[in-house]
């Protein structure tokens, strides 16, 4: 028996643990044991699954034993299950958060006890759009994700999320239309839809079918991909979510998408027809999405924007179709999932402790807690790019393959893939500055939450300069909020956690970009994929 | 083969119909508009599966070549499952976004609003620094600039 026809279980746990989870919604603390659980022992499955395929390639499942065109396949290769392995560990992660933050807020009952069945599911549409074999099983990964996200991003159907969710729900159902269109044209063209068989088929076809077909799946994985002309819906969904749902959004949705682009124009149309089209969009994304961000005074809503700005990076590293260009956008994927994550899930305590995320309301936060400011500190240096951290080591990568390909276009993506560094610098520099060394009594308007803790850190009440308006507000402070200033210790736990996870990506640089190298080798290459899937040519037993 | 010339006007006409109502400002029209796109996504998936008029279903006296693609009827059934799923989602958040709002809209965003409002001007990061003489004090300047100040006035 080979250890990778496991994998089916990395979206059959999740599924039994949500529904494990949704019979004990009356029993809070059981419920967070099952889905902690679950999570964690998918994690540990995809940990085997990615030490099987560390070395010998790709390994296919037949599900149900039909043969290659006709059943359901899933598919491990190196990609998929470094993906998977990551955004298993980024779950785990935020969902110790959650249950961290729940059981602070002694949130027992109501709509939230709907979290984490729901959470598990999303999970589980995860696993099964990185694992799928075909067109139509991915489409199904897809939906099953996005509809556990309408649920989680919606939670509380507070107005705010009420707006912004309906626009996410129509902008999600859109895109998922467009793919099923494409899913039928490329189906009547060809008469398969595994994406084993088309990778053979399609390149049968005339050029003309080719381009249009081409053109539909990238505007559908465009869409949930969130690149530039196509990704207004995300700043403006994302923020409002409560604080662990934008994170795991943030870190795995949009990766989903960047996936989805890497299988098709690696495997479905290789020979990079659009590759002038990619970069040009990949350039508009990188600048763009940063100026947008340079001019946002909500952390949440700033970080929505980067992330916007550096799927530009993984779209151009796609684009680029070399090996070192393309290994260097999966190894970018992988620590941007771990970044960004974690830079929300620091927002989300900013956010616990200051009593808002604008920072014209915010400050003294690095005297307030020294350890908040080392937790947003590291992340924040690792995603603008500064060495010796993962995202330097990414993006050098990246500007190597740019440089390596040589040609004038790739010279300007380059020069835009630095500029967009630079200001992604700017962006959580100006963050650090006014929300971790002004003093709270700088601030336009200082939240009466962060008076209040400034207050009880400093044994008196109100802080210096704010007077008598400060004690007042500090009271307040108190009153609304309760016993001010104490950050609960698995919130804090789980998010150290990930940012050490973030650094170790440094520290592991090395084999991981061997890893990703030998990965984008065989996806360019795609033999061994093919193999898997259909068997030695011969297609059968 | 032979395509159902009718099937494919009725999806053209539901596709045009339901991307117009897409683009409304009122929140049920975009709901029946992506509803009208669904099934006119689902002829579509029809129309990929061949000819009609074949058997649908197994029985020992058809030849193997005589059969309906079952295939894309696979496709319709789960994606009519998704899209009732998402259509129904779709009415409670309009029902809830009624309640609190009393207005079939799409709502504006806040925030957006905000930061496309403020100038590019920063009093905080953008000011003129005053330049702090309290260390370095040079009356004979200070004074020679205060008196110009003055001759001006």
Known sequence: MNIADLAPLAVAVPFLGAAVAFMLIRHPRAQQTVSISAVALTLALEAVLLASVWTTGASAVHLGGWLPPFGIVMVVDQLSSLLLVVSSAVSLAVLVYATGQGAADGEDKGPVSVFHPTYLILVAGVSNAFLAGDLFNLYVGFEILLTASYVLMTLGGTGERIRAGVTYVVVSVVSSMLFLIAIAMIYAATGTITLADLAVKLGQLEPGTQIMLHLLLLVAFGIKAAVFPLSFWLPDSYPTAPAPVTAVFAGLLTKVGVYAIIRTETLLFPGGSLDTLLMVVALLTMLVGILGAVAQTDIKRMLSFTLVSHIGYMVFGVAMSSVVGLGAAVFYVIHHITVQTSLFMVTGLIERRGGTSSIDRLGGLAKLSPLLGVLYFIPAMNLAGIPPFSGFLGKLGLLQAGVTLGTPLAYVLVAGGVVASLLTLLAVARVWNKAFWRSPADAVNPDPVLLAAMGAVAGRPGTKGAGTSGTKAAARGAAVQGPVGVLPRMMVGSTMGLVALGVALTVFAGPLFALAGQGARDMLDRQAYITAVMGPQEGGQ | ?153
Do not use: C, H
């Open chain 2, 1 to 153: 083969m032979s395509a159902n010339l009718t099937l494919l006007i009725v999806m053209g006409v539901l596709y045009a119909v339901g991307i117009y109502l897409l683009l409304e400002r009122s929140l049920t029209r975009v709901l029946l508009g992506l509803m009208l796109l669904a099934n006119a996504t689902n002829i579509l998936l029809l129309a990929t599966g061949g000819y009609a008029g074949l058997a649908p279903i197994f029985s020992k006296d058809i030849p193997a070549g005589e059969y309906n693609d079952p295939l894309p009827q696979a496709f319709i059934l789960t994606s009519i499952v998704i899209s009732f799923a998402v259509t129904s989602f779709m009415l409670g958040l309009i029902y809830r976004s009624w309640l609190l709002a009393r207005r079939d809209d799409i709502q504006d965003d806040a925030e957006d609003r905000k930061v496309a409002a403020q100038g590019s001007f920063d009093a905080e990061e953008d000011a003129d620094i005053d330049l702090d003489t309290t260390e370095f004090d040079e009356p004979a300047k200070n004074d020679n600039k205060t008196g110009k100040g003055r001759g001006t006035r």
